[in-house]
């Protein structure tokens, strides 16, 4: 469905070169969740918007790499062909609702322009699919809540609005850039079902970009960790949840709360580093309780640690276990 490969994003900002995604490659199967995870400023929403080149241009260029979209390089493509690509084959479900709908016009307005144009339908058909819609992804009396301005809806229901006009032409891969960051965790836990509901009946693989661990945790097959525009992890699940490979991903998951746990939170120390001077060698080096003066030094690649499981760091996998034993009895 989809294949990246190698991707470099830069942003030519006033400073310099900023390389917000430096290397990137990863695929994903039709029907499939994968999560994406970081901090904020790791690239994540750089690379999601890089899918369908999103990104403005300029400042942003693509020096290298390639994003296959049913083998057809995207950054190779026109704007007719990036037309049909947006909404046809690939949708996104941006982060804040409110900034995404046009408070001026009806949600029903907004949802029957996108349909009429992909799908080319007379406007009374269109106006039906759009009820469809509505009622699919929940929104209680379709009929009528079709002419209502987006000031009308609660916060979940406008997350719910933008997820129906990202299905609105039935795509093959949905891109969810942080979509439950402004709700509470009641409306969090809806939206996180809606995906599961909406990928079962449409057969759409999902992307699903968040800083909120708890989120993939719920949703994901596979999840890929981000750090300074890198994957630094990357594998099931079950993998990364519990056979923690990477320093920065179990720092991350010791920085979160835990039901029942009686330990106190940790945070990772420091900041992310700058995107246009990077350290020499290992980017998490400088905030990384177990790095060593080779990490200075040496700037891994991604290893494999298991069946489908990948890390970048120098440190065995059989190290590793051993510090996080030493850490976890002390």
């Not at 709700?183 to 800083?211: E, M, N, R, S, W």
């Not at 106190?264 to 290992?282: A, F, T």
Request: proline residues 7%.
């Amino acid at each position: 469905m989809l294949k990246v490969d190698n991707l470099h994003v830069h942003l030519d900002t006033s400073d310099g070169i900023v390389k917000a995604v430096d290397g990137v490659t990863f695929s994903i199967e039709a029907g499939e969740t994968i999560g994406i995870v970081g901090e904020s400023g790791s690239g994540k929403s750089v690379l999601a918007h890089s899918l369908m080149r999103l990104n403005p241009e300029p400042p942003a260029t693509y020096p290298k790499g390639k994003v296959y979209v049913n083998d057809r390089n995207v950054l190779q493509m026109n704007k007719k062909e990036l037309r049909h690509l947006r909404g046809n084959q690939v949708a996104m479900v941006f982060q804040d609702p409110m900034s995404s709908l046009n408070p001026v016009f009806k949600v029903g307005k907004q949802l029957i322009e996108g349909i009429q144009a992909h799908r080319k339908r007379p406007k009374k058909e269109a106006k039906e699919k759009a009820i469809e819609l509505l009622r699919d992804v929940g929104i209680p009396d379709p009929e009528s809540r079709i002419d209502s301005y987006p000031h009308q809806f609660s916060g979940g229901m406008r997350q719910r609005v933008l997820i129906a006009m990202a299905l609105a032409s039935e795509p093959k891969l949905l891109v969810a850039d942080e979509p439950t960051t402004a709700l509470d965790v009641t409306i969090q836990a809806q939206v996180l079902d809606l995906l599961k509901q909406i990928q079962h009946k449409y057969g759409a693989a999902i992307l699903i970009i968040t800083h909120d661990l708890g989120v993939v945790a719920q949703l994901a097959d596979r999840i890929l960790v981000m750090y300074a525009g890198r994957i630094v992890e990357f594998g099931s699940t079950q993998d990364i949840f519990y056979r923690t490979a990477m320093p920065y991903t179990w720092s991350l998951l010791r920085s979160i709360p835990t039901a029942g746990a009686k330990r106190r939170l940790i945070p990772i120390d420091g900041q992310p580093p700058s995107l246009i001077h990077p350290p020499k060698g290992c980017n998490f080096e400088p905030r990384c309780p177990f790095a060593t003066d080779a990490c200075r030094h040496i700037d891994p690649d991604l290893e494999p640690r298991g069946d489908g499981h990948q890390a970048a760091c120098i440190l065995s996998a059989s190290e590793f276990e051993s510090i996080k034993e030493e850490v976890a009895s002390s």
